[in-house]
Structure formats: C-alpha cells, structure tokens
T-cell receptor, first 115, second 112 residues
Framework: DAGVIQSPRHEVTEMGQEVTLRCKPI?????LFWYRQTMMRGLELLIY????????DSGMPEDRFSAKMPNASFSTLKIQPSEPRDSAVYFC?????????????FGPGTRLTVT | SQQGEEDPQALSIQEGENATMNCSYK?????LQWYRQNSGRGLVHLIL?????REKHSGRLRVTLDTSKKSSSLLITASRAADTASYFC????????????FGDGTTLTVKP
C-alpha cells in the first residue's frame, strides 16, 4: 500500500489566494483526520470524518477553512482567503476505527507558506 | 491544557544510553499511543497500550501505563542516532468520541 497520499507537498501562495490541499487515505480506512502543525501551537486537530461524514470540526479555526470528503478515497481542505498566519504543515491521517483499533497513519504533509 | 502532556520537552543523550519520556493525561482513557515524528515527516505509530494493560514491549521500546497516576512512560533502550525525533503520546477516551488527543511532544536528540 502506498500509504496516505497528500498533494501538493509544498505550496507557496500570496495572502488572499485560495488554497486547496488534497488527501487520499489508505484504502479500507474509515476515518480521516486533518491536522495542522506549527512551532507555536504544536499539532492541532482541525476536523475528522468517519465514513465520509464530518464528525467533529471544532478545531477548524474559522469560516475561511472548509473540508470535504466526497467519497472514501478523497478529501480536501480548503482555505479561502489565505492569510500569513495559516502558514504551517498540514497533515492528513487515516485509520480503521473498529473495535480496539485506533492507530492513525499520517501522510507526509503539505508545507504551506502564505506570503 | 491538552489531554496528553509529554515530559521533558527536550532530551539529549549519547548513543547507547536509554531514553525515558513521560506522558500525563487528565481524564480516563481507553488506550494510549506513542508516535514518532522525524524532522519534516508525518507521525509514525509506534505502540498502543490499552487501559487494562500495565506494560508493553516492542523491540527496543518499552511502554508502561499507570492509570492511577494518569501517566505513561516510553523507554527506548540502547538508543541510536536514528532514534533522533520527536515523540508524541496520544490518548483515546470515551469523551473524545473517536479522535485521539495528542500532546506537545518530546524532542529527543541522540548524539553519535
């Protein structure tokens, strides 16, 4: 298995532009998580989906952030409009949550720089 | 503060020495997990210990869990330079409904 795939790996954009981050979870996994990591705030959970349905989006910073999971093999995180404080590494993770299985498998991340 | 809090924040040791990292949490948990993050990479799952377990081993890793003290420790024996990374604990509980809560991590540096 290729693991969790994220694209792009690096994104540099100007303030005010729309940014779309993409994630392909591991086949067969039923939960998907979006995280943001910065030196100041550490690893923050933004939103997670179970069976393609958003379960908890309390970590989404504000209305500029939105996430979708149209099917079991694809998710997007969109920032519109982007701001310099959105600069961070964004991770997608997936897991198969059933019974006592909780391990999350992380993608390589997207490093976002907003100038 | 976060459910899982690692201690120390940073640890520097010589190759061959043992490294011990601690994690404290606040509410009752179903399980606790440890992850490793190499610089510039995503987190990698290392080991999971359930609330009814007290100790678990995986290769050079030893994890303990003390639910009465709401704490866990990760011991890496005979450390190697390749163990240099950040280590995070994550907890799952009935109150966080399907998501793991990560701590801030311990940054381990193993000097060759």
């Amino acid at each position: 298995d290729a693991g969790v795939i994220q694209s792009p790996r690096h994104e540099v954009t100007e303030m005010g532009q729309e940014v779309t981050l993409r994630c392909k979870p591991i086949s067969g996994h039923n939960s998907l998580f979006w995280y943001r990591q910065t030196m100041m705030r550490g690893l923050e959970l933004l939103i997670y989906f179970n069976n393609n349905v958003p379960i908890d989006d309390s970590g989404m910073p504000e209305d500029r952030f939105s996430a979708k999971m149209p099917n079991a093999s694809f998710s997007t995180l969109k920032i519109q409009p982007s701001e310099p404080r959105d600069s961070a590494v964004y991770f997608c993770a997936s897991s198969f949550r059933a019974g006592q299985h909780y391990e999350q498998y992380f993608g390589p991340g997207t490093r976002l720089t907003v100038t | 503060s976060q459910q899982g809090e690692e201690d120390p924040q940073a640890l520097s040791i010589q190759e061959g020495e043992n490294a011990t990292m601690n994690c404290s949490y606040k509410t009752s948990i179903n399980n606790l997990q440890w992850y490793r993050q190499n610089s510039g990479r995503g987190l990698v799952h290392l080991i999971l210990i359930r609330s009814n377990e007290r100790e678990k081993h995986s290769g050079r890793l030893r994890v303990t869990l003390d639910t009465s003290k709401k704490s866990s420790s990760l011991l890496i024996t005979a450390s190697r330079a390749a163990d240099t990374a950040s280590y995070f604990c994550a907890t799952d509980s009935n109150t966080n409904a399907g998501k793991s809560t990560f701590g801030d991590g311990t940054t381990l540096t193993v000097k060759p």
